[in-house]
């Protein structure tokens, strides 16, 4: 059986991020298209609902700080939530904040235009996970390594 195209994985936030992320600016609606024929006469822009869920589809820009090519280091994120998610960690810089996602899935694509191409992929969440609060990230004090020596 293949797996057929457009298929979304299910990630781990620490496998896909091992340094998390940082979110940049904020949360908007994922609105369609709309024409100048549309806004001359006053049509609402209407926001993209997901095929797969049914649900709202909101974007953030996040940056990756494990990313060594800066020109892919920063993308779009597509939240689908019914009401906007609101992040749960504060500004560390004006407009940036640590941020995890919870309810990852990758969708791998191809990027890059005639002999550069290269694979991407397209990041879809649920909403926001609370970062721990010992400043570190989802990787928990004592790993397996650890546990082993404290036995």
Known sequence: MAISRGHRFPVEFDEAFPQGLVMVG??????????????AAGRPARQRVDEITGKR????????PSEPNAKRASFEVTLLADVQPVP????????MRPVELEGLTAEPRVAG?????????VFRASGFKAV?????????QGGPAESAKAA
């Open 88 to 95: 749960t960690t504060g500004e560390v810089l004006p407009g």
């Open 113 to 121: 235009n005639g002999e550069f191409k290269y694979q991407s992929y």
């Open 132 to 140: 721990n609060a010992g400043g570190g990230r989802g990787k928990s």
């Open 26 to 39: 904020e949360v908007s609606p994922d609105n369609e298209y709309q024409s100048r024929e549309d806004r």
């Open 57 to 64: 589809q909101w974007k953030v820009t996040v940056t990756d």
